[in-house]
């Protein structure tokens, strides 16, 4: 090989190790909680902390398993618009859509490409066995690492003082309920870096929690967890649970939301979607 060429090849290399150095994730540490703090303190902290957007859009790879020997593992693309609605795009291979999932402020919308079906149903409608107080709102917050109030739309500084606080293992938790005796936990470190939440009821060994790791820095300087694992349990039995990791973060770019559903897909119900997950024997 040409001095004159190696040279230049060793120039590329350089520059490249130089540029993924620069490139490298801004990775951000969790403290202890030395002193329990004040509602209004410890509230605005955590929310200072929190990622702001109007759009958000990310790479996510979903590894989900349920019932002891079933699981499966996907590229998911997700789109979101504050407070209004965000889609989950399922791509196991080649970047080829099989299904669609949005959730609306009202809506549940999914579509299953495979089987050219798709689903629309209202919370209302999926809620009349079990009047949760979770909302649209609520499941936007557990997938942007913020606190809630069960039920409602924000949390306002009006509010803070129906929650109680406590400090445990280096960490303040803020505990609420529902009307339905739901607990509602959320854990921060001593930056207001919400660690996980849990929705749990304590008599019924019922228990989800959402947490949230790998904190790394935004382009706005956010930390925002990369990786984010959920799991439920009942009788202290993890019976699901699920894997969500993030990469290509991006915020308030345009962003186009549709869900056009072919004339030719049969409109079914939750259950029927539902049947595609059960194993088969």
């Not at 938790?173 to 870096?193: M, N, P, S, T």
């Not at 072919?262 to 979607?273: E, H, M, S, T």
Request: proline share 5%.
């Amino acid at each position: 090989m040409p001095i004159r060429t190696a040279k230049y090849l060793w120039l590329a290399c350089i520059s490249l190790l130089l540029f993924n150095a620069c490139k490298a994730p801004r990775r951000v540490s969790t403290v202890e909680s030395p002193t329990l703090k004040t509602s209004k303190s410890f509230f605005e902290g955590v929310e200072r902390q929190a990622l702001t957007f109007h759009t958000l859009t990310a790479r996510t790879r979903f590894s989900i398993w349920w019932g002891g020997n079933n699981e499966m593992s996907s590229r998911v693309d997700l789109k979101m618009v504050k407070d209004s609605a965000f889609q989950f795009s399922i791509q196991p291979l080649f970047g080829l859509e099989v299904a669609r999932i949005e959730f609306g402020r009202d809506t549940l919308k999914a579509m299953d490409r495979m089987n050219r079906q798709y689903l629309v149903a209202a919370y209302d409608d999926l809620k009349q066995d079990v009047p949760l107080a979770f909302n649209f709102y609520n499941l936007q917050a557990l997938f942007t690492n913020r606190i809630f109030e069960p039920g409602r739309r924000a949390l306002t500084a009006a509010r803070y003082g129906r929650f109680h606080l406590a400090q445990r293992d280096g960490a303040m938790e803020a505990y609420i309920r529902d009307a339905l005796r739901l607990l509602y936990v959320f854990r921060a470190d001593g930056d207001e870096k919400l660690l996980n939440t849990s929705i749990s009821l304590p008599n019924a060994g019922f228990r989800l929690k959402w947490a949230y790791s790998d904190f790394q820095r935004t382009e706005g300087g956010t930390p925002f967890p990369m990786q984010m694992d959920v799991s439920l349990n009942n009788q202290a039995k993890a019976i699901a649970g699920a894997g969500i990791t993030f990469s290509r973060l991006q915020t308030d770019i345009p962003l186009r939301m549709d869900f056009p559903i072919p004339a030719n897909y049969k409109r079914v119900g939750l259950a029927d979607l539902l049947k595609l997950l059960k194993p088969k024997v």
